[in-house]
């Protein structure tokens, strides 16, 4: 390296030096400032004192005692704004002689005065007129007192915590400016070896990778040239890189929206979860199913997102550990806000290009609605394979009781002609009778109905039916209730609604089992369906039964055939609508039948009218 090319580090050191020497006067000037503004309060401060010695001296004088009264020096202290303030009588050394502290101490012991002796002998330079500091912010002044009737010394306090503040900053300017002037130096040489060292390196580095710097001009000037070429030549290589980066950029995103659009067109709910358990996606689809949003469970375990079903998270579990694929199952699955879903769930390993299991994707399907279609489509096939069975049964017993009624009818007959006790065979034609009418209703159920929809007034039918009610002597406990006010005309089958709804207050009375309570009927219409509520007060409905009581033939009643409410079912259904109910235990029930405004086959007035309405099956 010649000599041209160390300017840099020259120019460093003068750089560093500059700045030092300017420290330096700034320390030194603010060391000035500080001590010309001590020294401008102490002169102060003296003067004050001075003038106040002289006032007090001339009121002793004037006074002529030996000893200050405590009014006289309070009033004094007072008056001339002093912190303290005390006169010894005696003879002084002098006029500007220094007191030695033996001496002050003694001319203060001996007027008696401990509390001042205490407060002398703290003092550090004892000297007339010049202001002594003692504690904290306190300032004391000796004052000759040589008066024609009285000589001593005065000794006056007072506060000046501004002296005080700059007696003490100007012992800690000094202490801080010789450490400052070290640390500067020791500063000076660290950050000019850590300023240096790296340009060293550099270009040590630079001369190793083959890098030729010029030192035919400033080093710095050759490293700066040299870099501007290795700049250019990144620049060159930056921007094959970003054409690079664009083309891999735009397959990526054109792979991610494809992806993107996949899981938004797909009708099946698509849950991803890492080897970890950690949920990494989930499409829209699958927010609907689930009821969840993603935000809240995206990062989380699948525990929390399908922990309502310990079947399915076991499943997921043996995937995740074993690495197979689950093959497709149903299962049910409680939602957030508690619906209960059937849902279609195949689970698979996800691979990456070796081969390995990056996760599990969960495919999901809603099959609620399915589901309940196909259970009403088994219990319908099922009921009318029973309902073929039965009826055959029903007309060969039925065939059967006839033949045992009319043969018992004859043994009737001949039993009372010989005088003999013909009761037990009143009973058993009696039972006979009942048997035959519980297969009536049996084969009215079973056999389809005739439907004849024409424009009826609910409400007037209503009101009707809950009278008749009324006065019948059993519900004489029950309070009927009816808000049926402005109803519009619905399209329906007078005979078979009013049987239904018939159906739905004997239940409602019953439920009571003789005891006070209430059944009320309100109806509500919009312009699209009529809703039409049944309420009572009575037992409810036991959750053990709740998929059991639309069953023909189940009866929680002894004396219930169990088809009134199948019969109601299946009358709610020909109308095209809805029966549903709710219940608690001890509390009551409510049904709700929701019908059509308009019974989507339209009117047909040639159909024949079904059974009349005063038949009531439970």
């Not at 010789?178 to 660290?190: D, S």
């Not at 040299?226 to 030549?233: P, Q």
């Not at 809240?296 to 079903?309: A, P």
């Not at 009372?416 to 006790?421: P, W």
């Amino acid at each position: 390296m010649n000599k041209l090319s160390r300017r840099f580090e020259s120019e460093v050191h003068l750089g560093f030096l500059a700045i030092i020497l300017v420290l330096l006067v700034l320390n030194a000037a603010s060391n000035y400032i500080a001590y010309h503004a001590r020294m401008a309060e102490r002169e102060r401060i003296e003067n004050l004192l001075n003038d106040a010695g002289l006032i007090v001296s001339r009121n002793i004088d004037n006074w002529g005692v030996t000893q200050l009264s405590e009014d006289q020096e309070s009033s004094l202290r007072q008056r001339l704004g002093l912190s303290r303030l005390a006169y010894f009588p005696g003879s002084l050394p002098s006029e500007g002689k220094r007191l030695t502290r033996d001496e002050l101490f003694s001319l203060v012991i001996a007027t008696g005065s401990g509390k001042w002796g205490d407060i002398v002998a703290e003092f550090d330079a004892i000297e007339m007129h010049r202001i002594i500091r003692g504690d904290q912010a306190e300032y004391f002044y000796l004052y000759p007192m040589l008066g024609r009737n009285a000589r001593g010394l005065i000794i006056l306090g007072e506060k000046a915590p501004l002296l005080a503040y700059l007696d003490t900053a100007w012992r800690t300017m000094i202490i801080v400016s010789l450490v400052a002037a070290f640390l500067t130096l020791g500063v000076y040489v660290l950050v000019s070896r850590f300023v240096l060292s790296p340009f060293r390196r550099i270009r040590q580095e630079a001369l190793q990778a083959g890098r030729i710097v010029d030192d035919d001009h400033d080093e710095v000037e050759a490293m700066v040239t040299d870099y501007r070429r290795i700049i250019d030549e990144l620049r060159e290589k930056e921007s094959e890189l970003l054409r690079l980066n664009r083309e891999i950029t735009h397959r990526a995103d054109s792979l991610e929206q494809f992806n993107e659009h996949l899981l938004r067109s797909m009708n099946s709910g698509l849950v991803t979860v890492n080897q970890r358990g950690r949920v990494m996606s989930l499409n829209t689809v699958a927010e609907e199913i689930l009821d969840v949003e993603r935000t809240n469970y995206e990062g989380g375990h699948y525990w929390d997102l399908l922990g309502s079903n310990v079947h399915l998270v076991d499943a997921i579990s043996r995937v995740l550990d074993c690495g197979r694929n689950q093959a497709y199952r149903e299962t049910e699955f409680t939602t957030t806000s508690g619906r209960q879903l059937t849902l279609g769930v195949t689970i698979s390993i996800i691979h990456d290009h070796t081969g390995a299991a990056l996760g599990a994707s969960l495919l999901i399907n809603d099959l609620t609605e399915l589901s309940t279609l196909r259970r009403q489509l088994e219990t319908k096939e099922r009921l009318a394979a029973l309902g073929e069975m039965a009826g055959g049964l029903a007309h060969q017993i039925r065939n059967s009781l006839g033949a045992v009624a009319g043969y018992g009818n004859l043994l009737r007959k001949k039993l009372i002609g010989h005088d003999l006790n013909a009761d037990h065979v009143v009973a058993l034609i009696q039972e006979t009778k009942e048997a035959e009418s519980l297969i009536e209703r049996f084969l009215y159920f079973a056999r389809p109905l005739n439907f004849s929809p024409a424009m009826l007034d609910v409400g007037t039918m209503i009101r009707e039916l809950i009278d008749s009610f009324r006065v019948r002597s059993d519900c004489a406990a029950i309070e009927f209730a009816c808000q049926t006010d402005r109803i519009q005309p619905i399209e329906a089958d007078g005979l078979l609604l009013k049987q239904a709804l018939t159906n739905l207050l004997e239940n409602g009375v019953n439920a009571h089992a003789g005891d006070r309570g209430e059944v009320t009927v309100k109806v509500t219409a919009t312009d699209e369906q009529m809703m039409i509520e049944v309420s009572d007060t009575g037992c409810g409905i036991d959750q053990r039964d709740a998929d059991k009581i639309f069953t023909p033939f189940y009866s929680t009643r002894p004396s219930g055939s169990g088809l009134g409410l199948p019969l109601v079912k299946k009358i709610v259904d020909l109308h095209g609508g809805e029966l549903t109910y709710q219940s608690a235990l001890g509390q009551g029930t409510t049904f709700l039948v929701c019908l059509p405004r308009r019974h989507p086959d339209g009117l047909d007035t040639n159909q024949t009218p079904g059974p009349p309405a005063a038949t009531v099956l439970r």
